[in-house]
């Protein structure tokens, strides 16, 4: 039996202009240098789903509580990444559990 982690963080990003994602990906992946999550990834999106295209790119992070999560989001580089992510992207959708 596999351990599961307290949380999974999931995010989709939709691009206003989809030659900006690799900029939207640069600037989510300084959420790697928070030191609060177990388990961390930024991908682009392979849009191998016909129906569906409207998700660009997808941070996924595993947190061993909510605590943990809270502090992911208080840190400084989250901020960071929020200024430089925000003004490329259209859609942002989260999810926990």
């Known amino acids: 039996m596999t351990t599961r982690p307290a949380l999974r963080h999931v995010v989709f990003f939709s691009a206003k202009d989809k030659a900006d994602i690799p900029r939207i990906v640069e600037g989510l992946e300084l959420l790697a240098?928070?030191?609060?999550?177990?388990?961390?990834?930024?991908?682009?999106?392979?849009?191998?789903?016909?129906?569906?295209?409207?998700?660009?790119?997808?941070?996924?992070?595993?947190?061993?509580?909510?605590?943990?999560?809270?502090?992911?989001?208080a840190h400084p580089l989250y901020e960071a990444s929020i200024k430089a992510v925000r003004p490329l992207r259209n859609m942002r959708i989260a999810a926990d559990f």
């Open 33 to 73: 240098g928070i030191p609060d999550s177990c388990r961390f990834e930024v991908r682009r999106n392979t849009q191998n789903d016909a129906l569906s295209s409207e998700v660009d790119v997808i941070v996924y992070a595993e947190f061993d509580s909510a605590a943990s999560l809270a502090a992911y989001k």
